[in-house]
């Protein structure tokens, strides 16, 4: 599993962890990024999907449907990519 958000697109970001002597080291900032299942009315489906917070909340926001034609849109998942659990 990757650790990019299905929705938004959001991934992983390298930053410093600076001690108080301002020594810095490389760290990551991960993503809060979970695996959701939904019921997609449209194709009478449920699918699962790994989203972020924010990918949950745009979804409750704008809708199911609406959220994906944007992700696809956008480049961020693919048809092929969601997974339709039977």
């Given at each position: 599993m990757s650790k990019i958000c299905q929705i938004t697109g959001k991934k992983a970001m390298v930053g410093n962890n600076v001690s108080h002597s301002k020594r810095r080291t490389k760290?990551?900032?991960?993503?809060?990024?979970?695996?959701?299942k939904?019921?997609?009315?449209?194709?009478?489906c449920w699918i699962s999907?790994?989203?972020?917070?924010?990918g949950l909340r745009y979804?409750?926001?704008?809708?199911?449907?609406?959220?994906?034609?944007?992700a696809v849109a956008k480049g961020y998942c693919d048809w092929k990519t969601i997974k339709v659990i039977a």
């Open positions: 760290r990551r900032f991960n993503v809060n990024l979970f695996t959701k939904f019921y997609y009315v449209e194709q009478d999907l790994n989203i972020s917070a924010a979804i409750n926001k704008v809708g199911l449907d609406a959220a994906l034609a944007s």
